[in-house]
């Protein structure tokens, strides 16, 4: 898992880092909504509100949504074509 390292202080916040992180992670990386998150959370014995995860994903989603567009790898720059000739009434196309 790729966290931002330049994350704002998180003083004040009732769950520790690494639990907002897993979250706001979770959504940006898979797609998912507030409520799979929520429930993510659940299985591991964590309660977060739906509300909760959405004012997280408001304030850090754009540096943790930056971080995973730049670890994802890049399409290459050159595309390969086989050639392909079919006959089509006797006539090779």
């Known amino acids: 898992m790729t966290f931002p ?14 639990i907002i992180s897993y979250a706001v992670w979770a959504y940006h990386r898979f797609a998912l909504s507030a409520a799979d998150v929520e429930d993510l959370l659940a299985e591991r014995c964590v309660v977060v509100s739906r509300e909760g995860i959405r004012l997280w994903v408001n304030r850090f989603g754009l540096q943790f949504a930056a971080c995973i567009r730049r670890d994802r790898p890049r399409p290459p720059d050159k595309r390969h074509m086989d050639e392909v000739v079919i006959p089509i009434n006797g006539v090779k196309h």
């Open 5 to 18: 390292t330049s994350m704002p202080s998180l003083k004040g916040f009732r769950f520790p880092r690494e």
